[in-house]
C-alpha cells in the first residue's frame, strides 16, 4: 500500500486554486495508451477490467483519503480579486441585461488559427425557402429599376405611332427577358407585369387597327424563355397563381404552333402541386386548342420526312440482302454463329422501324390535325390523375356545348375529342367509359357506331398492343381505303393477322360495347367476324348474351341462332346452363314460344315423343348446374304471367319429364312449382281441381316433401272444391229463382 499522507495535506488542498481549465481526452487516445501498456509486458499477461485482491485494497483506500481530502471543497473560481475591482457594490445594484451579438475585430479574428480563419470565411447556408421569398417578394433596388423601366415602357406604347409599335415592344422584350434571366424580377411584380403588359399592348394595337396576336406572343415567350433560362429561380419555384393567370393570357390567343409549344413547356416544367392549381388555365388552353380543330390548317411540308424515310428504306435493302447471304451460308455450313443472324435481324427491324417513323412524321405533316391530337394528349399525360380527369370532364361538357350550339354541326370536334381522350397516356378504362358517355349527348352522333380509330388509338396508348401498335395502325387505314371507314370488325381483322393477342383484345371490345350499353354495335361485329371466318374465345358468346338479355332480348337471341347456325368457337356449344337469365327471361317473353325455349336449351320436347322413348331412361347424367337451370325454368313457367295456365302447367310437367329421364332426384321446389301452376292457378282463376290431377300431384308432393305435406294439400284443395261446389249450387239455385217467373213448381 502507499504511504498515508500527511495530515498537512488537506489544509494545503483547500488553499490551493484549482485551474479552471479541462483537458478533454478522448476515448482513442486511452484506448491506443492501454493497449501500448499491454503489449509492453510479457506475452504472458493479458488486460482486465477486474481487479486482484491488492488492486482492489488500494483503490479503497485511494478512495477513502480522496474523500477525506475534498471534506472542505475548495470554489472553482477565484472570483475575490473580481469583485474587488469594483469596491463595495451591493447586489441590488446590478441589472440585467439580454445579450447581444458580438461584433467581430480584426484583433479577434486574426487571433484565430488558420484553419479556423478558412471556416469563418466559408458562405453562410440559408434555406431555400427564405432566398425564394426574399429574392420573389422583397423590394431591391434592381427591383424597383425593372418597376421603372415597365412603367416608361407602358407610356411609350400606348404614345407611339402604328409604326413604332412592334421595335418598341421587341427592345422591351430583350430587356424585360435579360432581367429575369439575371433572376432581377420579384413574383409580385411578374403577375403584375403579365396584367398590365398584356392590357395595354392589346389598348395600342387596337387604337391602331393592328393586329396585337404576334406582339403578345413574342411577350409570353420573351417572359416564359427569361424564367426557364433563371440563373436564381427555376419554373417550379415561382408561385402556382402565376402560371395559371400566364396559361390564361395564352390561351385568349388564337391556337397556333407555337402557342401549342409554349404551352407543352410550361407543363413540362411545371411541378406535380403547380399542375393541381393551374386548372382554369389548362381548361381555356385545352378548350381553345380543341376549337382549332374545327378550322382547316394548311398542311406542312413532308419532304424532309419523306428523304429520311427513302434513305432508310434504301438501307434496309441493303440489309436484308446481307440477311439473306447470311442464311445461304449458313444453309451451307451448319457450324455458323447464329448470332451474327440474329444481329442482322435486329439492325433491318431498327431501320424499318426508322423508316415508319419517318412516315409517321410526314402523315402528321400532311394532316396537322393529327399531330396537333398527339401532341394535345401528351401534355394532358403530365397531369396527376385526379386533377386529369378533372380537366378532361370538364372540357368534355364545353365540347358538347359548342358542338350542340352549332346550327349544322360537323364531327369533326366530336371525332377529334374522342382521339384526344383515347390517345391520353395511363387513362383508366372508367374515366375513358364515362367521356364516352358524355360525348354520346352531341346531337346527331348517338346513331353512329363507335369509330373503330378511337379504340385503335386507345389500344396504342396505353400500350395493349406492344411494339406493332404501328404495323396494326398501317394495316388498318389500308383495309380502310378499300372497304370504307374503319370499324371494329376491321380493326379485330387487322390484330389477327398481326397475331397480337386478339383474344383478348376482342374480350377487350366486347367489354367497351357493354359498359357504353351499345348491344347494337355487339350484333353487328359478331356478324361481321363471321364473314371474315375469325375465330372467337370459348367464352365470350356466353356471356355476351347473358348480358344483353337484360337489355335487348331480341338481338340476344339474334345472337343465339348465329352461334348455331354456322358461328363456331373452338368446337364448342352454347351450354344452357351459363345463361339461365337469357332463358328465363325467354320464359317470361310472350313473343317466344315453348318450342323455341326448349330448342335454345337443348331438351327435345316429350309431348311430341312416342311414349315408349318419353319413359325410356337416359345413360347420360345431368350435371347440378344443369338440375338447377330446369328447376329455375319450371319455376318461371308457374308463376310467369305471359303464359295462360294450361300451358304453364304442361311446360313444368316437360320439366318434370326430362329431370325424370336422366335419374335427377325430384326435389321440393320442383313439386312446389307443379303444386303452384296445378293448383294455386286454378283456385286464383276459379276453376275445379279434378280427382285425377290431385292425386298425381299428391303422390309427387309426398315423394319430395313427406306426407304430412300431402295432406295439408289435400285439405285445401278438397275444401276448395267443397266451397266451389256450394258457390255453384247456390248460383244455380239464385238464377233458377230468378227464370221462375210465375213461381210455380215446388218450393224450396
Known sequence: MLPRPPACCPAVKRHLFQPSDSIWVSDEVLRHAFQRFVNSRSGKRYGSFV??????????????????????????????????????????????????????????????????????????????????????????????????????????????????????????????????????????????????????????????????????????????????????????????????????????????????????????????????????????????????????????????????????????????????????????????????????????????????????????????????????????????????????????????????????????????????????????????????????????????????????????????????GALIRNTCEVSSLNSGPLDLGLVLSAIDKHREKVFRQTKGIFKLLHNLERYREVFGILAQIQDLGLKLPKDIIGPTIEIMSKYDLQLAYRIQKMFYTGLRTNKQVLRPDLNPNFIVSMVNHRRFSPQQIWRVMGIPFYEKMQPSKRLAFSTRRLSPAMIELVTKVAIAFAQTDARCQRVAFRNVVQCLHHLRRHNAPLTPELTRAISHAGFTRKIVAGEWISKELLDWVLGLIEVAEGTDVAVITDKAVTYWNEQLAEEQGEEARLKAREMNVLHVGPID
Not at 451451307?332 to 419517318?358: C, F, G, N, T
Open 51 to 468: 481487479p486482484g485482491p491488492l488492486e482492489s485494497r488500494r483503490r479503497l483506500g485511494k478512495r477513502r483519503m480522496a474523500h477525506l481530502t475534498e471534506s472542505v471543497p475548495a470554489p472553482a473560481h477565484n472570483t475575490g480579486p473580481l469583485w474587488g475591482f469594483f469596491g463595495e457594490v451591493g447586489n441590488a445594484q446590478w441589472q440585467w441585461e439580454a445579450p447581444t451579438t458580438r461584433k467581430s475585430t480584426g484583433a479577434s479574428t486574426a487571433a484565430l488559427p488558420a484553419w479556423l480563419l478558412e471556416w469563418d470565411t466559408s458562405p453562410e447556408v440559408v434555406p431555400e425557402s427564405a432566398v425564394v421569398a426574399g429574392s420573389m417578394n422583397k423590394p431591391t433596388e434592381e427591383t424597383i429599376a425593372i418597376e421603372e423601366d415597365i412603367s416608361k415602357f407602358r407610356t411609350t406604347l400606348l404614345a407611339a405611332s402604328s409604326d413604332q409599335l412592334l421595335d418598341i415592344c421587341e427592345e422591351f422584350n430583350q430587356l424585360y427577358k435579360q432581367s429575369l434571366r439575371l433572376g432581377l424580377v420579384s413574383g409580385i411584380t411578374m403577375h403584375s407585369a403579365l396584367n398590365t403588359i398584356s392590357r395595354d399592348i392589346r389598348l395600342a394595337f387596337s387604337e391602331s387597327g393592328l393586329a396585337d396576336t404576334h406582339c403578345l406572343l413574342s411577350f409570353y415567350q420573351a417572359f416564359w424563355d427569361g424564367v426557364s433560362s433563371c440563373k436564381v429561380l427555376q419554373p417550379v419555384d415561382l408561385d402556382a397563381r402565376l402560371l395559371n393567370r400566364f396559361l390564361s393570357y395564352l390561351g385568349n390567343l388564337p391556337s397556333c404552333t407555337e402557342v401549342q409549344t409554349l404551352f407543352h413547356d410550361v407543363m413540362h416544367a411545371a411541378s406535380v402541386t403547380q399542375l393541381g392549381k393551374m386548372n382554369r388555365g389548362v381548361d381555356r388552353l385545352v378548350e381553345a386548342w380543341a376549337r382549332s380543330w374545327l378550322h382547316e390548317q394548311p398542311p406542312g411540308d413532308p419532304r424532309l420526312s419523306f428523304l429520311g424515310a427513302s434513305r432508310d428504306l434504301s438501307e434496309s435493302l441493303d440489309r436484308l440482302d446481307r440477311l439473306q447471304s447470311l442464311m445461304h451460308s449458313r444453309e451451307d455450313d451448319d457450324r455458323q454463329d447464329l448470332s451474327m443472324i440474329q444481329k442482322a435481324v435486329e439492325e433491318a427491324k431498327a431501320i424499318l422501324d426508322s423508316a415508319l417513323e419517318h412516315i409517321v412524321q410526314a402523315e402528321k405533316a400532311l394532316v396537322p390535325r393529327n399531330g396537333s391530337i398527339e401532341t394535345l394528349a401528351s401534355i394532358l399525360g403530365y397531369l396527376p390523375r385526379d386533377h386529369l380527369y378533372r380537366v378532361l370532364a370538364s372540357c368534355t361538357q364545353n365540347i358538347v356545348r359548342i358542338h350542340n350550339s352549332m346550327e349544322n354541326p360537323v364531327t369533326d370536334l366530336y371525332y377529334g375529342w374522342l382521339s384526344l381522350v383515347a390517345k391520353v397516356p395511363k387513362l383508366p378504362h372508367k374515366m375513358f367509359v364515362n367521356i364516352v358517355k358524355r360525348m354520346g349527348k352531341c346531337k346527331g352522333v348517338r346513331e353512329q357506331p363507335l369509330p373503330g380509330a378511337v379504340v385503335l388509338s386507345r389500344w396504342i396508348s396505353q400500350g395493349y398492343l406492344g411494339k406493332g
